[in-house]
């Protein structure tokens, strides 16, 4: 049996549960990271040195990142995922660029912002940090809003890709968490987009609930 270890509450755990669920995948889930603990282990950083979630065991074969993750359950179902990974290489490509972008450009970003807003009561927020996040966030959000004005359905066409389920998860945060936006630019496209994303099962199960 294919197992995730990792806690349902993270971000990286949440694109890969949703990603299983689009593929109709069969797996357990083991809890790790934070409260739940098990990642300082020895056993666990044999498994993954980061002591990071998620991480993926499949029938002795283990995996950490989660974007790596999600190409490697695409590649195992059907080769391209049933079209969640498109295996022409342009259409592969683009597909990628979107996840690269979520680690080098959004994560580093949003961090400051979730953490800020979510994860730290309000005595202790350092609203200077999260303006800036936000400030950060929006012109990224821009860009996805405009990649989408063309009246695409989703980031590569029309069809869902684990482009979709990586920033799906970040645009969640984004629009859960309780931030002023004074300026910002009112994202119709994005949120549309978000709409269809929030139709989709594998989202309302592990990416739709409350924000903690
Ligand atoms: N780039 C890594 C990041 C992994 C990561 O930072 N995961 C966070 C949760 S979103 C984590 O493990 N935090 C510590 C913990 O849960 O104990 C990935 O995409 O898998």
């Known amino acids: 049996m294919l ?31 934070m409260q739940f603990g098990l990642v300082d282990t020895p056993e666990y950083r044999a498994m993954n040195p980061n002591g990071r979630v998620p991480t993926l065991e499949d029938d002795g074969y283990v995996l950490w990142e989660s974007n790596s993750i999600l190409r490697y359950l695409c590649m195992k179902a059907a080769g391209d995922g049933g079209g969640l990974y498109p295996s022409a290489p342009g259409a592969r490509a683009s597909v990628d660029r979107w996840l690269d972008w979520q680690l080098s450009i959004v994560s580093p970003a949003e961090r400051n912002l979730f953490w800020g ?12 940090l999260i303006d800036k996040a936000v400030a950060e966030m929006g012109a990224n959000w821009s860009i996805i809003d405009q990649r989408l004005s063309d009246g695409r359905a989703f980031l590569e066409g029309e069809a869902l890709t684990i482009a979709d389920i990586v920033l799906g998860c970040y645009a969640r945060r984004w629009f859960g968490a309780e931030v002023q936006r004074p300026g910002m630019a009112a994202l119709p496209a994005m949120k549309a987009w978000y709409g269809r994303l929030s139709a989709r099962p594998g989202f309302a199960k592990f990416v739709a609930p409350k924000l903690f």
């Open 3 to 33: 197992t995730i270890l990792g806690r349902a509450n993270s971000v990286n755990v949440m694109k890969v549960l949703w990603c299983l669920e689009e593929l109709g995948t069969p797996y357990e889930r083991r809890d790790a990271g």
């Open 117 to 128: 807003m979510v994860r730290t009561p309000e005595e202790k927020r350092d609203y200077a």
